[in-house]
């Protein structure tokens, strides 16, 4: 498995790299009608740099990526239609951050999920852990308010961290399975403090499968970020792997330098 997070500083993405980069020939109609889509530039930004780091990806492992079509399922999850049947892989991308995992092997499914750790505008913590109540277990919902959390300012950041971790597995491992929209969040019970994951509450197993969590800070903001895989030979399921140092499970890369390459090997 391969991962790669990639940077935006917004400040250094100008518009002669974004109309090279939206007129590489690697991006299908749909993407470009897509990136053209958004109001904001931030967001077009995001959704370029997300449709173009695959290929990037591919360059490093050999492949030409000129020889790969990338299409994508009724639920939107991208896929290698021709060119490298056994290159899996899987995009998430929030705020400043895009990041993307990959596997060389075409009976592991992988899905990846980043989130910025930060509430929204208006809400603390009991707040915005209430609105996400009907997709948390109990177990979940008192792992980040009870104590030593509840004693604290409603926004002490270690419990929305905490919030963002189990959420970011429950989206990783919806997107291994390549569910969209849908899926009872609440089937999924990440026992934090266990580093523990369990699924119908232990009736469906999760042998085969691999979750490897770690946080990464952006701009002086904390972003989590995980990686669920199935298929992988050994692994019992259920243990998260914690990464302590990112950079040991994460390469990190700036946008600029990615869709630069990318443009030029186009």
Same mark, same amino acid.
Request: proline letters at 5%; a negative charge.
């Given at each position: 498995?391969? +991962?790669?997070? +990639? ?25 470009r ?9 931030? *967001?077009? /930004? ?9 290929? %990037? ?5 050999g ?7 990338? !299409? ?7 896929f ?13 991308? *929030?705020s400043?951050?895009?990041? @993307? ?29 209430h609105?996400? !109540? ?10 980040? @308010?009870?104590a ?14 905490r ?5 970011? @597995?429950?989206?990783? %491992? ?34 085969? /499968? ?6 990464? *800070? +952006?701009?002086?903001?904390? %972003?989590?970020?995980? +990686? ?11 243990d998260?792997?914690? /990464? ?23």
């Open positions: 498995m391969k +991962v790669y997070a +990639v940077k935006l500083d917004f400040s250094t993405l100008d518009h002669d790299l974004y109309d090279r980069a939206l007129a590489s020939p690697l991006l299908d109609d749909e993407s009608t897509r990136v053209r889509r958004f109001f904001r530039r931030e *967001d077009a /930004w995001r959704c370029l740099v997300g449709r173009l780091l695959p290929f %990037y990806a591919l360059r490093h492992t492949i030409v990526p000129s020889s790969i079509h990338i !299409s994508r399922t009724e639920s939107g999850k991208p290698i239609a021709t060119g490298a049947p056994g290159f899996t892989f899987n995009v998430s991308h *929030d400043n951050l895009v990041v @993307l995992a990959h596997d060389d092997d075409a009976s592991s499914a992988v899905g990846i999920d980043v989130m910025r750790c930060a509430l929204p505008n208006g809400e603390t913590l009991q707040s915005f852990v609105i996400l !109540s009907e997709q948390l277990t109990p177990l979940e919902r008192a792992s980040i @308010l009870a030593p959390f509840a004693q604290s300012a409603p926004e002490r950041p270690d419990a929305v961290i919030l963002f971790q189990l959420w970011t @597995l429950k989206e990783a %491992y919806t997107k291994a399975l390549g569910f969209g929209l849908g899926f009872d969040f609440a089937r999924v019970e990440y026992a934090l403090d266990a580093a523990y994951v369990s699924i119908d509450s232990g009736l469906t197993s999760l042998a085969g /499968w691999a979750f490897d969590e770690t946080r990464l *800070d +952006v701009q002086g903001h904390p %972003y989590a970020i995980v +990686v669920a895989r199935s298929g992988v030979v050994g692994a019992a399921g259920g998260v792997k914690r /990464w302590a140092a990112p950079e040991d499970l994460i390469a990190l890369l700036d946008a600029r330098t990615v869709l630069e390459q990318v443009v030029q090997e186009s």
